[in-house]
Structure formats: structure tokens, C-alpha cells
């Protein structure tokens, strides 16, 4: 037999490692009842499902939001409630999870989240734009980066909307960064949009655009 030696220190030993154990293990929370992962499955992206949680009232239920790149792109939340991902960390180990773990859980969640990567978009050809896409880019820089800039598609401020409405109307919403937008459907604040198709007729470019070029913007966006 061959004997195989492995040499280094054990992943779960490594705080990336950590982070992803703790980040999936529900015995932190208050009666062992869900761990981060219960709202943010499949490398801490999202579930589709809306959520009330107390930062920002009763009644009002946001879409849970991937958390890929969060520690990049404060603030956090769908209201920008959180300065920044640090602080959503430990805010959600102690009012989501009602958990008083210790401080280096916090960190390691921190180190896990901080290590992960974005997926290619299935949209892409060949790992390049698709000429619908590329006309579609087009269309986005002149109608939708003046928010939607940057690395990560987001400027990081936060707006109000026309289509707000019942407890969060007037409400400000944070720009979401756009990068793995292709797998967290449904979209907007409250997953009203089920699909980007929907979501641009709701929240599209302010330019009277085409239902051909509006699908080509689709496209883009899609592909980020």
C-alpha cells in the first residue's frame, strides 16, 4: 500500500475553515434552531425566500441577500442599516441566531466570507459577453451606471424608490452590487420581480427603451 503524508495545517483548523464550519453549524443559535446558512444556502448566497427581521420594523419583509462580497461593499442590508459587514456578522450572531458566541466566532464567519469567490455567469460565451449582452452593456452604461458602478456594480449609497410602498415607502434602499446577480432571483428589496425581465419593468432605465433592447439589457446584467 502506499502510504500517503499530508503535511500543512487542516482546513478546519484554518480560520477560513472555522468561518465555514461556524457559518453552517446551527448549535450556536439559541436552541440549536438555524445557522447562518439556513437563510444564506450554497456558499452563503441566498434562499429566495423574504424575511421580517426587527432592524427596520415590523411588516416588512426583505429578500435575503448573498452575501458574496459583502465585506467589500458596505454598507449591509437591504436599508443600509449595517455600516458594514462586520458589523452584520456579529449583529446576526446575537439577533438572528440570539447567540452570545464568542468574539473569534465572529471572525472566522468574517475570514469564511471574505475568502469566497463569484461564479461565472452561465450567460457568458465562451467566458465572453454575448452579442445580445454586449449591445446590452450599451444600454446599462448609459442608463444604469450612475448607481450601478465600480468593481462590483455598486456605488454603495442608498435611494428611494417610485415603487416603495406600504411601511417602506420614502424608505431608502442600498444599490445591490450586481456581480452573481444571474443566481439570487427573485429581485428588488421584497422579491417582487421574479425574474430580471420583471425587475426592468419595474425598476428599469429612465430612457423609453424597446422590449428587444430591454432584453438585451437583461442579458447584461445576467452575465455579470
Not at 456578522?89 to 468574539?103: D, M, P, Q
Amino acid at each position: 500500500a502506499t502510504e500517503v503524508l499530508l503535511s500543512g495545517t487542516p482546513v478546519t483548523e484554518t480560520a477560513v475553515g472555522k468561518g465555514d464550519l461556524y457559518f453552517h453549524d446551527a448549535t450556536i443559535a439559541f436552541q440549536a434552531w438555524q445557522s447562518c446558512a439556513s437563510c444564506h444556502p450554497n456558499g452563503a448566497r441566498v434562499d429566495g425566500l423574504n424575511w421580517d427581521l426587527l432592524n427596520d420594523g415590523m411588516g416588512n419583509p426583505k429578500n435575503t441577500k448573498s452575501l458574496l462580497l459583502a465585506h467589500a461593499t458596505p454598507p449591509c442590508m437591504i436599508t443600509g442599516i449595517r455600516k458594514d459587514a462586520f458589523v452584520a456578522v456579529r449583529s446576526g450572531i446575537k439577533y438572528i441566531l440570539f447567540s452570545n458566541a464568542s468574539e473569534s466566532y465572529g471572525n472566522e464567519i468574517d475570514a469564511y466570507l471574505q475568502n469566497l469567490q463569484p461564479l461565472s455567469s452561465p450567460y457568458l460565451v465562451d467566458g465572453q459577453l454575448s452579442e445580445k449582452a454586449t449591445r446590452g452593456k450599451a444600454h446599462f452604461d448609459k442608463n444604469c451606471a450612475a448607481c450601478h458602478n465600480g468593481a462590483y456594480y455598486t456605488d454603495g449609497k442608498q435611494y428611494t424608490v417610485a415603487w416603495n410602498d406600504g411601511t417602506d415607502k420614502d424608505k431608502v434602499m442600498d444599490v445591490p452590487a450586481l456581480v452573481e446577480v444571474w443566481r439570487t432571483a427573485p429581485y428588488l428589496y421584497d422579491g417582487r420581480a421574479a425574474t430580471m425581465d420583471e425587475l426592468l419593468q419595474i425598476h428599469g432605465p429612465a430612457e423609453k427603451l424597446s422590449n428587444e433592447q430591454l432584453s438585451e439589457l437583461s442579458e447584461y446584467v445576467l452575465s455579470l
